[in-house]
């Protein structure tokens, strides 16, 4: 018998040597989807009870307590992260204070994979593949969107600036895709410029 | 291109991170009892639609924000959005004085509602 064994979507892919970012897959981080009515004093006082953070309510910010972060999703649904190892554990614990209260919470970890990417190129890298204008102040670090990103549907976590680190969540089935896109449009002689004038490539 | 603003999160962004749903304000014809309906309310709650020029009512959903349904107003003339508005309301009030044809049809008994006598919450 053979036990079953933990395999990420990119295990064993390796980013190539002229990527003007670099980028990884994070393989260490559970996600637990949490639902509920944040008018409900009641909810967000257990939810705060076993996360020890108060579930941000501002769309697309983010709170942490110690390995414990908060992703606001929508007005009544958050992205728990978590160690992997603990994700069971916080289950249990939210599901037991949060009984008898309408709300849900499920162990999502293998739902997406998280790309992470780092370096000053990482928002032009993105840039190519979404509508959002990441050069603004709006997009700090903290900051927490759902994306159309290459076409397919991601969720952009804006972990530090300066420098930068991105998390990209995208849904497990478009790992490969997403993955592939950024070798292919993340090279160094890739590298747009946001503004000014480009410069003419070679012939 | 569309510009679309959520009212729900704020969220701005071109059709592409929205969802069209089609027209808003639909009513199924009765839950109670579905054998007392006749077959041509049924048929024109499943299939029979407006096709103003002008105003246009309708259901969007913020697709890459929060999620969550909405109403929007669309001029289908010059394709700007007047406003948009939550999912359980209705349009603000000079959009639905604005509205043309059949929509003015649709809002005249609602206009009418919600006139300030009938509350009276200047009271
Ligand atoms: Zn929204």
Known sequence: MSEAQLETALTGREAPGDLAIEIRELTTRGMIDLRGDAGDGKFMAAAKDVLGLDLPTAPRTSAAWGEVQALWLSPDQWLILCPRARTEELLAALRQALAQIHSFAVDVSDMRTIIRLEGHAARSVLLKGCSLDLLSPDYAAGTVRRLRFAEIAALLHIVSERPDVLDLYVFRSYADYAWEWFLANGRAVAAIQPFGQQAVPAV | ?123
């Open chain 2, 1 to 123: 291109m569309l510009i679309v603003h959520c009212p729900v999160c704020g969220a701005e962004g071109d059709e592409t991170d929205f969802h069209y749903g089609g027209e808003a304000h639909i009513r199924r014809p009765a839950t109670q009892d579905p054998t007392t309906v006749s077959d041509a309310a049924q048929r024109d709650y499943l299939f029979m639609r407006r096709n103003p020029k002008g105003l246009h009512f309708e259901r969007w959903r913020c697709d890459r924000g929060c999620g969550k349904w909405f109403h929007a107003v669309r001029d289908t003339v010059t394709m700007d959005f007047k406003a948009t508005y939550g999912i359980t309301e209705l349009p603000p009030r000079e959009l639905m004085e604005a509205a043309s044809g059949e929509w003015a049809a649709f809002f005249k008994d609602k206009l009418d509602a919600a006139k300030p006598s009938r509350k009276g919450k200047s009271s």
